[in-house]
């Protein structure tokens, strides 16, 4: 990075936004896999979060400040100031290297099922509604 006078800045960033589960953990673990980390502006040092719901929303603001000093602690340089909680949406699945479990095996029957026979009453009914057509 130093060599092509890259700054470090967006490094750090970087580096909160992948640990950010380590850090949801150590600082709110109750809010573990409902809040993602999107953005956070280096020049400021405010992280930008999502959380799923708008329970969890409150939650994470009352938990703020443990959330900054566990980010500052775990990712050195990260210089977190502020946290600014953004609308409700809903966070992203497991990413793609996680294992993921084969799906359930289908209970769909092997041959197509035959409707059943309207009731005659039904049958009535209709042939009464068609007399009635001109």
């Not at 949801?24 to 809010?31: D, F, G, I, S």
């Not at 600014?84 to 041959?111: D, I, N």
């Amino acid at each position: 990075m130093t060599e092509h006078d890259m700054a470090a800045a967006p490094v750090v960033g970087g580096n909160v936004l992948a640990d950010f589960d380590a850090i949801l953990a150590a600082a709110a673990p109750e809010l573990a896999g409902r809040v993602q980390a999107v953005a956070l502006d280096a020049e400021t040092g405010r992280l930008d979060v999502v959380p799923d719901l708008p329970a969890a929303g409150t939650q994470l603001r009352w938990s703020a400040p443990k959330l900054i000093a566990a980010a500052n602690e775990k990712v050195p340089g990260a210089n977190v100031r502020a946290l600014r909680v953004l609308a409700p949406a809903p966070v992203k699945a497991v990413p793609a290297t996680a294992a993921v479990e084969p799906a359930p095996p289908s209970t769909a029957p092997a041959a197509p099922m035959r409707r059943a026979d309207p009731p005659e009453g039904y049958r009535e009914g209709i042939g009464a509604h068609r007399a009635t057509w001109t």
